[in-house]
């Protein structure tokens, strides 16, 4: 929390339990203060963001909505979590939630408030099943790079001087609530990533193995080593027992020296998945900036870098097939859930395919658009192949050039399974690393409320 500013605003106290009793018959009052007309906004920022902005939009922010409202994600640490300071105000149906950051920052605020319903509600009751469903919604600042979530609900492609003043904390009351489909993702290496590897991982993947680790594993051991046959100790991967031991000596049946790696990953994410010439030249460019700040100073300067690392590394200025970006097929299998069955069907991968994309929202890499169907909230991800080089002029950047450019799309799913044969890199919601060998798993996680502006939305009651 940033106590610079003294705030501008009048603090009220408020009992929510009348307020609670017309939306949420079952919701306990609550009493805590309201810096919002009859409303409590919580703000989130990391006061190094911004592009230097951080510290004076953190001021800012303490000037409109009070000290004890705003909160530095660069001071966290144990107490002093966002689920820490969300969990006193889950219980009222007048708290909004506004993250001020980039599209990392919208995915750790969102998995920080799951950390609040397991703690309300226990770790077996979704959150769509209970009185909460509609509770701590989630507002957007834009202040990363690509912002893709923050455009898709009408909060803005970039950050402007607007949204340091009382307009913006208006928005955020008057914004009706959308529900936002979450996907799981479970990453189960052959074998350890190197320590430079693994730095690389992104934080949403940090996260502790959930409690059916074995469950989903037992299942990624199944999707392939059922047609793979049987391993070398003559046991069906189908019939297996699957604890941790087993989960230490092997994934899949029919894979030589192919041992499961105690590092498996498993985390959440909002827009996107992505493995190939897209992750390729996002990892390159985030390498150049994490070694070289000093080169990326301004929004401009760093969409003209992403255009560069597009094409040489994306391949555009490739005279050469060799000089290309290594081909997936024969390298990388897809499956993914039928219809209307639970059975897993393999999609057949086009002769130069160079990149997968699991998209969850229609805004990718900076507000490109790759396809004309699909939502939010259908519990669907939509299945692309980057094949042509149109789509690797999108990988690298390019795509506002190209807005009428749109991608077939391959299947529409609830899970997706995933093996790949070599490294590659991989991202999600544009955060890269480069993968070993293994299998990943992406399935639906559940439905989150986000806030999305509309001018039209001006009445005072929860969404």
Same mark, same amino acid.
């Given at each position: 929390?940033?106590d610079?500013?003294?705030?501008?605003?009048?603090?009220?106290?408020?009992?929510g339990?009348?307020?609670a $009793?017309?939306k &949420?018959?079952s919701?306990?009052?609550?009493t805590?203060l309201?810096?919002?007309d009859?409303?409590t906004?919580?703000?989130?920022?990391?006061?190094g &963001?911004?592009?230097?902005?951080g510290?004076?939009?953190?001021?800012d922010?303490v000037?409109?909505l009070g000290s %004890?409202f705003? =909160?530095d994600?660069?001071?966290?640490?144990?107490?002093?979590?966002?689920? %820490?300071?969300l969990?006193p105000?889950?219980?009222?149906?007048f708290v909004?939630v506004?993250?001020?950051?980039?599209d990392?920052?919208?995915?750790?605020i969102?998995?920080?408030i799951?950390?609040?319903?397991?703690q309300v509600?226990?770790?077996?009751v979704?959150l769509?099943?209970?009185a909460?469903?509609g509770?701590?919604?989630l507002?957007?600042?834009p202040?990363?790079?690509?912002?893709?979530?923050?455009r898709?609900?009408?909060?803005?492609p970039? =950050?402007?001087n607007?949204m @340091?003043k009382k307009?913006?904390i208006t928005?955020?009351?008057?914004?009706?609530?959308?529900?936002?489909? @979450?996907?799981?993702?479970v990453?189960?290496?052959?074998?350890?990533?190197?320590?430079?590897?693994?730095q690389?991982?992104p934080a949403?993947?940090g996260?502790?193995?959930?409690?059916?680790?074995?469950e989903?594993i037992?299942n990624?051991?199944?999707?392939?080593g059922e047609e793979?046959?049987?391993?070398?100790?003559?046991?069906s991967?189908?019939?297996?027992?699957?604890?941790d031991?087993s989960i230490?000596?092997?994934?899949?049946s029919?894979?030589?020296?192919a041992?499961a790696s105690?590092?498996s990953? %498993?985390?959440?994410?909002?827009?996107?998945?992505?493995?190939?010439?897209?992750a390729k030249?996002a990892?390159?460019?985030? $390498? +150049?900036?994490e070694?070289?700040?000093?080169?990326?100073?301004?929004?401009? $300067?760093?969409?003209l870098?992403?255009?560069?690392?597009?094409?040489?590394?994306g391949?555009?200025?490739?005279?050469r &097939?060799s000089?290309?970006?290594a081909?997936?097929?024969?390298?990388? @299998?897809?499956?993914?859930?039928?219809?209307?069955? %639970?059975?897993?069907v393999e999609?057949?991968?086009?002769?130069h395919?160079r990149?997968i994309?699991l998209?969850?929202? !229609?805004?990718y890499?900076?507000?490109?658009?790759?396809?004309?169907?699909g939502?939010?909230?259908?519990g669907l991800?939509e299945v692309v192949?980057?094949t042509h080089?149109a789509g690797m002029?999108?990988c690298?950047g390019l795509?506002p050039?190209?807005?009428?450019?749109r =991608?077939k799309v391959?299947? !529409?799913?609830s899970?997706?399974?995933?093996?790949?044969d +070599?490294p /590659?890199?991989c991202q999600?919601d544009?955060?890269?690393w480069l993968q070993?060998p293994?299998? /990943?798993?992406?399935?639906?996680?559940g439905?989150?409320?986000?806030?999305?502006?509309?001018k039209?939305?001006?009445n005072?009651n929860?969404?």
């Amino acid at each position: 929390m940033d106590d610079a500013g003294a705030p501008a605003i009048e603090l009220t106290k408020t009992d929510g339990a009348d307020e609670a $009793k017309v939306k &949420s018959p079952s919701v306990e009052a609550t009493t805590h203060l309201r810096n919002a007309d009859k409303w409590t906004v919580v703000a989130f920022l990391n006061s190094g &963001s911004g592009g230097g902005m951080g510290r004076q939009i953190m001021s800012d922010m303490v000037s409109l909505l009070g000290s %004890d409202f705003v =909160f530095d994600l660069k001071k966290c640490g144990a107490g002093n979590m966002p689920e %820490d300071n969300l969990l006193p105000l889950a219980k009222d149906p007048f708290v909004r939630v506004l993250a001020c950051g980039g599209d990392g920052t919208m995915g750790w605020i969102l998995s920080s408030i799951d950390a609040v319903w397991r703690q309300v509600l226990g770790p077996d009751v979704p959150l769509e099943e209970s009185a909460y469903k509609g509770h701590l919604p989630l507002a957007m600042m834009p202040l990363g790079t690509g912002n893709d979530l923050s455009r898709s609900f009408n909060w803005g492609p970039t =950050f402007s001087n607007n949204m @340091r003043k009382k307009a913006m904390i208006t928005r955020v009351v008057q914004a009706s609530r959308h529900p936002l489909d @979450r996907w799981r993702c479970v990453v189960v290496p052959f074998e350890g990533l190197s320590k430079d590897a693994r730095q690389w991982v992104p934080a949403m993947l940090g996260e502790k193995m959930r409690k059916n680790r074995a469950e989903s594993i037992r299942n990624l051991r199944t999707v392939f080593g059922e047609e793979e046959g049987e391993g070398e100790d003559g046991a069906s991967a189908k019939a297996a027992e699957v604890d941790d031991a087993s989960i230490r000596s092997s994934v899949i049946s029919g894979v030589d020296d192919a041992k499961a790696s105690t590092q498996s990953f %498993d985390g959440v994410f909002c827009n996107y998945f992505s493995i190939g010439v897209d992750a390729k030249v996002a990892f390159s460019f985030h $390498k +150049e900036r994490e070694e070289f700040p000093q080169r990326f100073t301004s929004p401009l $300067k760093n969409k003209l870098k992403y255009v560069q690392k597009g094409l040489t590394v994306g391949g555009m200025c490739s005279v050469r &097939s060799s000089q290309l970006p290594a081909k997936l097929n024969g390298k990388v @299998r897809v499956l993914v859930e039928a219809e209307d069955s %639970d059975e897993l069907v393999e999609l057949k991968m086009p002769g130069h395919c160079r990149g997968i994309a699991l998209l969850n929202i !229609q805004s990718y890499g900076g507000g490109n658009r790759f396809t004309n169907s699909g939502s939010c909230c259908d519990g669907l991800i939509e299945v692309v192949f980057f094949t042509h080089p149109a789509g690797m002029a999108v990988c690298a950047g390019l795509g506002p050039l190209l807005p009428f450019l749109r =991608f077939k799309v391959r299947a !529409q799913t609830s899970r997706v399974c995933i093996r790949i044969d +070599e490294p /590659f890199h991989c991202q999600v919601d544009g955060e890269p690393w480069l993968q070993s060998p293994g299998i /990943f798993q992406i399935s639906y996680f559940g439905r989150s409320p986000v806030l999305k502006w509309n001018k039209s939305c001006c009445n005072g009651n929860p969404g």
